[in-house]
C-alpha cells in the first residue's frame, strides 16, 4: 500500500485521478492511499488568505510559509519519513526510471504550489526533492503532481494487468511502443500488417521490437544516443 499525501489549494481536482480508470481502482482496491492537507484549513487570518505580494515588487503573490508548513507538518505527522516533493518547473526531470524509483517507497507528500511559487524557506528547510514533469509553466503544482502519481501508481503491484505489466517494461528498456490495431482487418483501404494476421507468434515479436526499434529512431532519436 502506497500512501500520497497532497498539500493543495485545491484537492477536489484530484478527481480526475482518484475516480476514474486503473488509479481509481489502485485507490478502491487499496494499493494506493490519497489524503489532503489544505494549506487554507490553517490559515491564521480572518479571511483565511495563504498568499501575499512578494518582496521586492513584482506581479503576482506568493504562497505564505507559515499555512503551508502547518499542512506538511500535518501530513508529517501521518506519515512518517516519507519525502517531501515539490512539483516545480525548477525541479529534476520526471521519468519513468524516477517513477519506477518512487514506486518502491512506502509514502511520500506532494506539494502543489498555486501564484507565482512558494516562499523559498519552505523550499529551504521544508522539501527534500523538486520534480518537474517538463519544460512548460502550468497556472498549479496539481496537475503535475496527479501525472506523477499515474506514473507511480501503475508500477504498484497488482495495479495492470500481467499484460500491461510487459508494456510497462518496454519503456523501461528505454524504447517507444509498437503500433497497435485490432479488427475490422481492413478499413477504408488500410490494411492490418499481414504478420499480424498469421498466428505466428516468434514473428510478430519479431516485428514488434523492430517497429520499436524503427519508430524510436525516427520520433525520438534521443532516446538512442546510450
Ligand atoms: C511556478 C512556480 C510544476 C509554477 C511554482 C508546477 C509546471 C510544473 C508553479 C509553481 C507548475 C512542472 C505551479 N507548472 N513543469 N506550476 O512540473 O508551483
Redesign the pocket.
Known sequence: MMKFSIITLFPKMFAALTEFGITGRAITAGQAEVVFHNPRDYADNKHNNVDDKPYGGGPGMV?QVAPLRAAIKAAKQETADAPVI??????KP?TQAKAAELSELPAMILL???????DQRIIDRDVDEC???????????E??AM?LMDAVMRLLPGVLGDAKSAEVESFQQGLLDHPHYTRPEEIDGQRVPDVLLNGNHAEVEKWRKAQRVEQTQKLRPDLLKD
Do not use: F, K, N, W
Not at 112 to 118: D, L, Q, S
Not at 131 to 141: E, H, Q
Open positions: 504562497m515539490y512539483l516545480s518547473p525548477q525541479g520526471l502543489a504550489g498555486r501564484y507565482e511559487g512558494i520534480i518537474s514533469i517538463g519544460d512548460y509553466v502550468l497556472s498549479g503544482g496537475l503535475p501525472t
